[in-house]
Each structure stands twice: as C-alpha cells, then as structure tokens.
C-alpha cells in the first residue's frame, strides 16, 4: 500500500496545474527527483502517525476541549479522510490536501491548535523543512483519496478491508521499510507520470539492509537485555539504574530492535515506579516516552532508516500532552564502520594508508607514503589533545542528555543546544580532524589531490585555521560520501564515562560481501549489460561504455573506486585487527 500511495501522490502533485515551481524545479535540477521522493516519503510518513495516533486515541492532549474535539474529528481528521477514500474516487479540488496540511503545520507548530485539540508534537516530521516543496504545492482530491485509499485497506477477494493501524507494530514498519529499499523513482514531467521500479535489489545490497523477524528479536533480548535488566532492579535506587542504561543498534534499519528493547525497559520502569507486577498503560505510556529519551541509541548509513526508525519509536512512545521525543542526538545517519578512535587519531596516520587502488598515480602515492613516515617520526602525541577535546564534549552532552523534553518549550530549548554543540568550536575542530584522519584512506593519490598525510593532521590539531579551503572542502566531501561515523564525537557522553561504551548492543547486522557486482550496478540503466551472457561478455560491454557512454562509464569507475577505498580502510586502518583478512564480510567486521 505504502508504494501505491507514493506513486499516486507523487503522480497526483506532477499533474495538478498549479505545480509550476515543482516541475520547473524538477527540470532544471533545483530539486532531484531523489529529494522528491524523499518529501513523498514524509508525507505518508506523516499520514501513518496520524493514523495510528488517531487509532490509538493519543493524538488529543488529556482534558481537550470536547467541542474542539468534534471539530477536528468531523472537518479535519484522518478518519474523515479514509471514510471518504472508502466510498468516493475523489474531484479535481483540492480542499482536502489544505485540511491535511493545515493538520500538520499546527502539530509542528508551538502553539499547537487548541481550536482543534491538537498539541504542539514538534520533531522534523512536522517541521517546514521536511516537506518545503510539497507544502507549497497542490494535489486533487481524487489523487490523496487515491493514496489514503492505497495505506488504509487491503483488497482480499474483491473485499476491502481496513488496516488494523490501532495495533501496527514496529515489524510492519520494518516490512515497509525493507520493500522502499528495492525502489527508486522514475519521473516523465511531460506525461506527469510517477513510478516506483524495482532494481533487482541494488539498494538493499548497497545499504546492507534486511528484516529481522519478531521472534530472533524476542530470543536475543531474553539473552542479552534481560540480565542487565534484573541487576538493574537489584539496585539501590532501580529507576536510576534502568533510565542509566544505554541500549544501542549500529544497524538500526527501521528501529525493530531499538522499539523491542524499549518496550522491555519500559515495562520494568513503570513497575518499580507503581510498585504493580502489570503497570496500567497510562504508566507504561509515560515510561516508555522516558525510555526512548534516555536509553536508546542508533545507527544507520541509510537516512531513509533513521528517519523511519524514528517515526517508528515517536509511535510508540507518543504520550498525550507531551511532545515527540528529542531523538536528534541518539538516532545517528552514519557508516557504523568507517570512522576514527581517539587512540588512532592519537597515533597518526599509518603508512598503510597510501596504497594505491583504482585511479591513484602510484608515484604520488609512494610519495605521499615517504611524507608520511618522515612526518611521525619523532613527533609528539596528540593523546592530550584528543581527550582534552573529548572530555569537554562529553561534558556538554552530558548535559544535554540530561535535559529535559517534557514540554514544548523544554523540546526547543534541547534542539537549541544541540544545535549549539553540534556548531561548536570544539566539535567542529574533531570532527575535522577525525574525517581528515578517515580522508587519508580514501583521497585521490593524485597530483590534484588533497595531499593529506600525519603533517597535516598535526596542524589541524594546533590550529583550525591552518588547513587550506580547498582541503577542507575536499575533507568534506569525503566525509558526505563515505558518511564517516566517529563513535566518540557522536555519542561522547557514552564513550568518555567510567563505562566506555553502551552497555548493551543489540543488532542483526547486515552479511553482505564488501565487492561491487556489475550486474547490480547496470541494472537500471544498462540492463543488457547486466543480462550478458559470462563475465566476460560483461567485462568487454563495460569496457565499450568509455567511448559509447562516458558519464556512465565515469560513474561505473567513481562506484569500483569507492568499493576499493572502503576495503582498504578496514584492510589498513588498524580499527578490525581481528576480522581484516581475506574477502570482507560486514557481519564480522560488525560484531568486532
């Protein structure tokens, strides 16, 4: 259902006249058709909170004016708008899609809308910068209808029947989660058309990502959460001991495991705090909101996964009167794998990382190698410097952990410090530093390259300043690209307690080969290439493209050089000395 609503939406706001700016942007390039079928996304993202929250009857805040109640209910609800999806097809109007936005810019607003009974939910979901495009724009009765008609029933027999959204679960959101992956979007701005096609599975490969089943979830909580969870309620003050404790998924998906081990923790809280074996929803509601603030942590490479791992756990934890949880901070877009330590950075750069792999000139590669060794030796340690850095963050994330996020006031001024962290000279600085460390594996050894070697590094750490714009900007890029994730930057309040880390990490980490496949690779754009007949006959069509297509050959060369960068920063970089040997497989190296 979630596929058909986005191809009638996304059709729907192609087609109605009023839609200039959209397709002018489209056309022109403005807007890539990937950022549009992101603001889709959200959009039925959007739709599925409110269904569940309406379903659930959490959306109005307790002692809600019942006239304003009646309001929203008759003129602006999502049950008004599947009841007319039930029985009509729609006009060509659009008073409808202005209801439905109306809805959401109050939810995201910090009054709320108390003339409709509507609180201030606040979050990205609700916020002007998630849909801007689409806020602007308009879509026919007929086309919304089509697509609320698409998330709300299932045809069985000829007879359609609602979706049970009072009781939807985190592994739905999984299963819708894990059939986006095999899409992309396909636009005709002419003919207004909008499809979804299928890439032989090219996305899921790429982002690792696969379905966890409920009862694997079950067993490995009973395992591994359940004996933290006693010796948490064994302690002198329990609700402490179970609010203290830090819970995390580096590869997190749709948040199957994060929605799991909350509802576990949660349950206890709310019985050490009602002193009741079997605490009443309204006590497992509040708990649970706390838990989700506090204990949780997670980590995807795919941001489509973060964004639905936290409308996955905003569900769950939707309490009435307060607003969604500040997630921000703990439910990180990321590549769990490629990042920097403190005692790595401390060390410099390793002369293994001047390799030559595909498109180095192997003299600036022997070159840079030679600097390398010259520029460690008889250096002093950055040791001081990094865990000066660290502490300071830890200190201030600290903080903002403990703040609170109860009210709306309370949620914006968390966004603001975290804001405010996240701009900081100090962060700022080690993050450079880290991703410049990161960079060093996967730079162009060219004579155009960005040249950075242990020297450079050493400059960064005494002065920000010292590193020219045009290799900051190459820094940058390269951290996009790659997504490097520093575990300590990200959550420095985890790692620079007495702990050192999360006390318990729970995952179903992706066991996919670190290799590109050519077949997967062409097969959207060249599928013959992908249908040749032996590796060879592949080979000698891709070598063909450097005359016949550039642009695709390019990207082709840009796609096997990024394969080859990550294979040799986890073969080099000194972060998977147990599991670096032989042909890489991402379980292991997860597990390590």
């Not at 109640?69 to 602006?76: A, D, G, I, T, V």
């Not at 019985?271 to 497992?284: D, H, W």
């Not at 060369?557 to 394969?563: F, I, L, P, Q, Y």
Request: with cysteine; proline share 5%.
């Amino acid at each position: 259902g979630v596929e058909r609503a986005i191809a009638a939406l996304g059709r729907g706001f192609l087609a109605h006249p009023a839609n200039v700016e959209l397709r002018e942007a489209l056309r022109g390039g403005e807007l890539a058709a990937g950022d549009y079928y992101r603001e889709l996304l959200r959009l039925v993202y959007r739709l599925i909170f409110l269904f569940v929250a309406e379903d659930r009857d959490l959306l109005h805040p307790p002692g809600a004016d019942a006239r304003a109640r009646e309001r929203y209910r008759r003129f602006y609800s999502s049950e008004r708008l599947r009841q007319l999806a039930e029985r009509r097809r729609g006009t060509r109007h659009g008073d409808l899609y202005q209801a439905v936005c109306l809805v959401f810019s109050r939810l995201g607003a910090d009054a709320g809308c108390p003339e409709l009974a509507l609180p201030a939910l606040g979050g990205f979901l609700f916020s002007e910068e998630a849909t801007p495009r689409l806020d602007r724009s308009q879509v026919a009765n007929g086309d919304l209808l089509d697509a609320v008609r698409a998330l709300s029933f299932l045809e069985e027999g000829g007879v359609l029947r609602a979706v049970d959204y009072r009781n939807l679960g985190s592994e739905e959101l999984g299963s819708v989660y894990e059939s986006l992956l095999e899409l992309h979007p396909e636009l005709n701005l002419e003919a207004a058309s909008f499809e979804l096609a299928r890439a032989a599975g090219h996305e899921r490969k790429t982002t690792g990502s696969y379905y966890t089943p409920a009862s694997l979830v079950s067993s490995l909580l009973d395992s591994a959460l359940e004996p933290l969870l006693d010796e948490a309620a064994r302690a002198a003050d329990p609700e402490r001991a179970l609010l203290d404790l830090s819970v995390c998924d580096p590869a997190c998906g749709s948040g199957h495991f994060l929605v799991a081990a909350a509802h576990r923790i949660a349950k206890r809280l709310a019985s050490v705090r009602t002193g009741e074996e079997e605490p009443a929803p309204e006590a497992l509601r509040a708990a649970l909101r706390d838990v989700v603030s506090r204990c949780l942590y997670g980590v995807d490479v795919s941001p489509m996964a973060v964004e639905l791992c936290k409308v996955s756990l905003w569900l769950e934890a939707l309490d009435p009167g307060r607003p969604l949880s500040f997630l921000d901070a703990h439910i990180r877009c990321g590549n769990s794998l490629l990042g920097a330590t403190p005692e790595l950075l401390s060390a410099g750069i390793p002369d293994e990382a001047f390799k030559a792999i595909e498109g180095d000139d192997t003299k600036v590669a022997g070159a840079l190698r030679r600097r390398n060794r010259e520029e460690r030796r008889g250096q002093l340690s950055l040791d001081d410097f990094v865990l000066d850095l660290e502490a300071r963050l830890a200190e201030d994330a600290a903080a903002l952990d403990a703040a609170p996020d109860d009210t709306i006031g309370a949620l914006r001024e968390k966004e603001r410090r975290f804001r405010s962290l996240a701009e900081s000279e100090e962060y700022r600085r080690s993050r450079l530093l880290a991703d410049a460390w990161c960079a060093a594996f996967v730079q162009e050894k060219t004579a155009h390259g960005p040249g950075i070697t242990t020297g450079l590094i050493r400059r960064l750490a005494e002065s920000a300043n010292s590193l020219p714009q045009e290799t900051r900007r190459a820094i940058e890029r390269l951290a996009d690209d790659f997504r490097f994730f520093h575990w300590h930057l990200e959550f420095p309040a985890v790692f620079a307690g007495a702990k050192g880390g999360f006390d318990c990490v729970l995952s179903n980490p992706p066991w996919d080969q670190i290799q590109l496949d050519d077949r997967e690779f062409f097969a959207t754009s060249r599928p013959d290439i992908t249908a040749a007949a032996n590796m060879a006959a592949r080979k000698r069509a891709i070598a063909k493209l450097a005359s016949e297509h550039p642009q695709l050959y390019a990207a082709y060369r840009a796609a096997v050089r990024s394969v080859e960068s990550v294979q040799h920063f986890v073969h080099k970089s000194g972060c998977f000395p147990l599991t670096s040997y032989g042909r890489l497989n991402l379980a292991p190296l997860f597990v390590e």
